[in-house]
């Protein structure tokens, strides 16, 4: 039912990245390449959230030569236990949080829609709703069915509970999401209908759901716990079970607890990241039963033709449910610095992302809508899924200080989200033939700004791509991204966002590094330090702090205060460098005189 990815803001405290606006003290002004520029996290967003590249769960960009060494490939790396919530007022005060989070997440891929636009019936009848207004449709028809039911103890009425739970959860509702799924759970306990093997199943399901929810919050002994009974519950349902055609799907529901449980010990951090790894590889064997050798391995997993047959059999949840373990065990491996393994973990999920994207039909898109299934992947999903395993693939190479690599999958990664807009699935006589449908290479001259369609995410990729080409000389290529990123966090968070301040800064770094247009620089620090100053005016106000703000308020002063001294400093280096300039010009010019003088 709900396919766990290690959430990005599963603890919203955990998951605010830093961001790494650092000095332009360490910038050689008068080197062609710089390597050391300034690179933001995109994690504010003040109408809800950009999207985020370049860190996991609070671990920060290292901003000194320490740091760097410590985040180099086969290096040991130490992760921080999680903090864990432990008042009820943080709980709640986090759960208050989630909901606007998740919002901005699903509203990432896809373009704002204009309170002005004006649109006739027609139109609308041709429109498909993604993201949050799909999940607020899916949500509003999920109640109506369940109120036009007369309230009984059928697997029936109980289903439409879930899904209301399953929708809630999705939203980010998680009080709601709770209030479903313990409903169920005591009802179906106080019928004793658990005593059925459908029932049974049901009542695992909901105490994984009660796990994710948990999860979710940051509220991790409790998430351990009903992850642990569901765990004990569907082993005994697969040991007890005499249904041939049930049990697959029992070992796929099995798969699902044990990839969370591996989530679950991945954000709590410390030194169970080992115990993570061996649960994923549980996860997939398990959803992965019946397509096995004896071995446990994927049948003929060298030769991808076969593979490619294996995949192609399952359904869309299924290979998802796949992509998202395979994600996990990516993000593990980042996380603690093993960035080719990484690489090839991401990539092996890419391949399988892509299979299930190249069977995708014009009808596949067209049936999908808000009376699809609840907890299935959407269409978009499926595309997304592809975008956003060579965004991770980007970071991992980035992290490396492989940016030639970096960039080629940032530019990758903006061709197919801007390529997805638009494509909506094979033609009927295309046979899902992926090959023939889906392009293979892009290039960032060619991914041309496309403004009145553009999207959080294309500002968050197309600046991550302007730093990785700053980084290997092609400092004017990487500028142009920065201006469209730019430009479009102008246009959808206004000018006073303090994402558009990140972005300055980092166009700073690369007027005031290796292109030594100082004006320029200092025209993009002074606008950044106006900002950042705004931001803090509003943080340190006590009646401006609210809802997250206020609870993460301190935190953000104190990231605040650092933004704003890196401008400061950055403002200094380049007046230098002007006032440096200019005595060396009157020193030439005095030169100059003197030898006319004596000719």
């Known amino acids: 039912m709900m396919w766990q990815r290690v959430p990005k803001h599963t603890f919203l405290k955990a998951s605010r990245r830093r961001v790494a606006t650092c000095s332009l003290e360490s910038l050689n002004l008068t080197n062609h390449r710089t390597y050391n520029l300034c690179q933001p996290n995109h994690n504010q967003f003040t109408f809800s959230s950009w999207r985020s590249f370049t860190s996991f769960h609070g671990i920060t960009s290292p901003e000194n030569e320490d740091g760097r060494e410590a985040l180099q490939p086969g290096k040991k790396t130490a992760i921080p236990e999680a903090e864990v919530v432990k008042s009820d007022e943080d709980k709640q005060k986090i759960r208050e949080s989630i909901a606007e989070v ?107 759901s009660l796990g994710a929810v948990h999860a979710r919050c940051g509220e991790f002994d409790e998430a351990f716990r009903w992850y642990e009974e569901s765990l004990r519950r569907k082993n005994e349902i697969i040991e007890e079970s005499s249904s041939a055609e049930s049990i697959n799907s029992y070992h796929f529901e099995l798969g699902k607890t044990y990839n969370a449980l591996a989530s679950l010990q991945a954000m709590r951090g410390g030194i169970q990241w080992r115990e993570a790894m061996s649960m994923f590889q549980l996860a997939e064997r398990h959803q992965l039963h019946g397509h096995l050798s004896d071995n446990g391995d994927v049948l003929d997993m060298e030769d991808h033709g076969v593979e490619r047959h ?53 009808d596949d898109v067209k049936d999908y809508g808000a009376s699809s299934v609840v907890g299935h992947p959407s269409p978009s999903d499926r595309k997304n899924a592809v975008v956003e395993l060579l965004v991770q693939i980007a970071d991992c190479r980035a992290s490396a200080q492989n940016f030639d690599e970096a960039a080629q999958a940032y530019e990758e990664a903006l061709g197919y989200h801007i390529f997805f807009r638009r494509w909506n699935g094979n033609s009927d006589d ?101 900002i950042y100053r705004g931001k803090m005016n509003e943080l340190t106000d006590e009646y401006g702090l609210s809802g997250s703000n206020k609870f993460f308020g301190d935190e953000e002063t104190v990231e605040m205060d650092g933004h704003i001294q890196n401008a400061v400093n950055n403002i200094g280096l380049i007046e230098a460098g002007l006032l440096k300039d200019r005595e060396d010009g009157i020193t030439r010019k005095e030169d100059d005189t003197e030898v006319d003088a004596v000719l």
């Open 102 to 208: 998740v919002r901005a997440e699903l509203s990432a891929y896809f373009t704002p829609k204009q309170g002005n636009t004006q649109i006739d019936d027609d139109e609308e009848k041709e429109i498909v709703l993604e993201g949050y207004e799909r999940l607020l449709q899916m949500l509003n028809n999920a109640q109506a069915r369940h109120d036009n039911m007369k309230a009984n103890n059928t697997l029936e009425y109980t289903q439409s509970i879930m899904d209301l739970g399953e929708l809630h959860y999705q939203l980010g509702n998680m009080d709601q999401s709770q209030e479903m799924f313990m409903s169920v759970l005591k009802q179906l306990l106080e019928s004793n209908a658990d005593v059925d093997e459908k029932s049974t199943i049901v009542v695992a399901q909901c105490m994984h």
């Open 310 to 362: 294996i995949f192609e059999k399952l359904t869309p949840h299924h290979v998802q449910s796949i992509v998202n373990i395979r994600f996990n065990v990516g993000k593990l491996l980042q996380q603690h610095a093993q960035y080719e393994e990484a690489v090839d973990t991401f990539r092996d999920a890419l391949d399988v992302a892509r299979i299930d994207v190249g069977r995708m039909t014009i």
């Open 430 to 530: 295309s046979n899902g033939q992926e090959a023939s449908v889906l392009p293979t290479t892009f290039s960032s001259t060619n991914i041309k700004l496309d403004f009145e369609n553009a999207t959080t995410l294309e500002a968050a990729i197309r600046s991550n791509l302007g730093h990785a080409l700053a980084h290997i000389g092609q400092e004017k290529l990487g500028l142009d991204n920065y201006e469209a990123s730019l430009k479009i966090k102008r246009q959808l968070g206004g000018n006073d966002n303090i994402e558009v301040a990140h972005t300055l800064m980092g166009m700073g770094a690369v007027y005031g590094g290796p292109l030594r247009d100082f004006p320029a620089a200092l025209n993009c620090f002074k606008e950044a330090l106006y």
